[in-house]
Nanobody
């Protein structure tokens, strides 16, 4: 199994910055891709940013130029640097990982895993 724990959320003023972290742990063999999603009240969960093991990145149009996704070389932690924050960015942010891991009996499997979420509030 793989566990993901997000941190770094909080309250910031419009125009401010915040850095989210996602720490991965467990019987991980490899991580193929990771992404940050968010869900605001009354809205569906949406992809904010993603990155693959080869270094390719994708950003939602609403955050391009403001958010940056990055990771450690060994994929222990993935970050989301958020600059020029707007009230519209207020949401619970979730970390997601496409990972290969070792299950019981040492079988190697692949699945998606989710963190518990961290609240980001942008308000004056």
């Amino acid at each position: 199994q793989v566990q993901l724990v997000e941190s770094g959320g909080g309250l910031v003023q419009p125009g401010g910055s915040l850095r989210l972290s996602c720490a991965a742990s467990g019987s991980i063999f490899s991580i193929n891709a990771m992404g940050w999603y968010r869900q605001a009240p009354g809205k569906e969960r949406e992809l904010v940013a993603s990155t693959t093991s080869s270094g390719n990145t994708h950003y939602a149009d609403s955050v391009k130029g403001r958010f940056t996704i990055s990771r450690d070389n060994v994929w222990n932690t993935v970050y989301l640097q958020m600059n020029s924050l707007k009230p519209e960015d207020t949401a619970v942010y979730y970390c997601n990982a496409d990972a290969e891991y070792y299950s019981r009996h040492y079988y190697r499997e692949r699945n998606d895993f989710w963190g518990q979420g961290t609240q980001v509030t942008v308000s004056s």
